[in-house]
C-alpha cells in the first residue's frame, strides 16, 4: 500500500486507482442473475523508491510483488509480464530524470489485477503508457 500519509496528510505517491489517491480499487462482475459474482481487485504496488530517480515510473514495487506471488502460486507464468517490462519501457532511468527536470511528470505505469474464480485465482497484469 505504500509509505504512510505524511504528517499533512498528503501521499508520497498519488494512485491512479483510487478517487482519493488510495492504490486499490474492487470490483464484481456478475454474470447472470442465478451466478455467483466473480471478485476482483486491482492493486498498485508502491515501494519506498517510488516516484524516485531508481523507481521514477513505479515499477519495482509491482515487479517485486509479483515475484514473490509467483514464488507460492506455481501456475503464475511472468513470462509476458517479463516481455512488456523489457520492451515497453527504457532502461536507461536517467532520461526520465531529464524529463523530470524538464517538467514531465510520471504516474504508475503498471497495476496487477488479482480474481478469485471458480476455478482459482487468476492474476492479470495492465500495463499504462
Known amino acids: 500500500m505504500g509509505p504512510a500519509p505524511g504528517p499533512d496528510g498528503n501521499l508520497k505517491w498519488k494512485?491512479?486507482?483510487?478517487?482519493e489517491g488510495s492504490p486499490i480499487e474492487?470490483?464484481?462482475?456478475?454474470?447472470?442473475?442465478?451466478?455467483?459474482?466473480?471478485?476482483?481487485?486491482?492493486t498498485e504496488a508502491i515501494g519506498s523508491f517510488t516516484g524516485t530517480l531508481l523507481d521514477p515510473l513505479n515499477q519495482q514495487a509491482t515487479l517485486e510483488m509479483l515475484h514473490r506471488i509467483a514464488d507460492f502460486v506455481p501456475t503464475v507464468d511472468l513470462?509476458?509480464?517479463?516481455?512488456f517490462f523489457a520492451t515497453l519501457y527504457d532502461h536507461d532511468r536517467s532520461k526520465y530524470a531529464k524529463e523530470a527536470?524538464?517538467?514531465?511528470?510520471?504516474?504508475?505505469?503498471?497495476?496487477v489485477a488479482a480474481e478469485w474464480l471458480k476455478n482459482g485465482l487468476n492474476l492479470k497484469t495492465y500495463f499504462v503508457p
Open 101 to 111: 527536470a524538464a517538467g514531465a511528470h510520471f504516474t504508475t505505469t503498471v497495476v
Open 26 to 42: 474492487y470490483s464484481w462482475k456478475w454474470n447472470t442473475a442465478a451466478g455467483k459474482p466473480d471478485v476482483r481487485y486491482t
Open 15 to 19: 494512485s491512479l486507482l483510487g478517487v
Open 79 to 83: 513470462t509476458w509480464t517479463n516481455h
